[in-house]
């Protein structure tokens, strides 16, 4: 049986949690498997590929301001490289 889809309220919900995950990740400097995590959140990929920039920034920012986190590289577009969301 099929799920119901998703209200717009709770597709924002999970759209806020996905995001505020993503950035404390890359905020941290840990690799990402973008892909993988698009794959993953379909109903939110859109949304959230428009957001990765942004998200981004925010923890090249965050990184900027506390010399304490870690330097790696923010985004990894391999996949097989680490674990997604």
């Given at each position: 049986m099929n799920e119901p889809p998703l209200s717009d309220e709770a597709l924002d919900?999970?759209?806020?949690v996905l995001a505020e995950q993503i950035?404390?990740?890359l905020q941290?400097?840990?690799t990402l498997a973008v892909d993988a995590i698009l794959e993953r959140?379909?109903?939110q990929?859109?949304?959230l590929?428009?957001?990765l920039p942004t998200l981004r920034r925010l923890a090249?920012?965050?990184r900027a301001v506390d010399p304490k986190l870690n330097r790696r590289r923010l985004i990894d577009p391999d996949p097989r490289t680490t674990?997604?969301?």
């Open positions: 919900a999970a759209l806020a950035t404390a990740r941290e400097g840990e959140h379909p109903a990929a859109g949304a590929r428009a957001m090249e920012l965050t674990s997604g969301l």
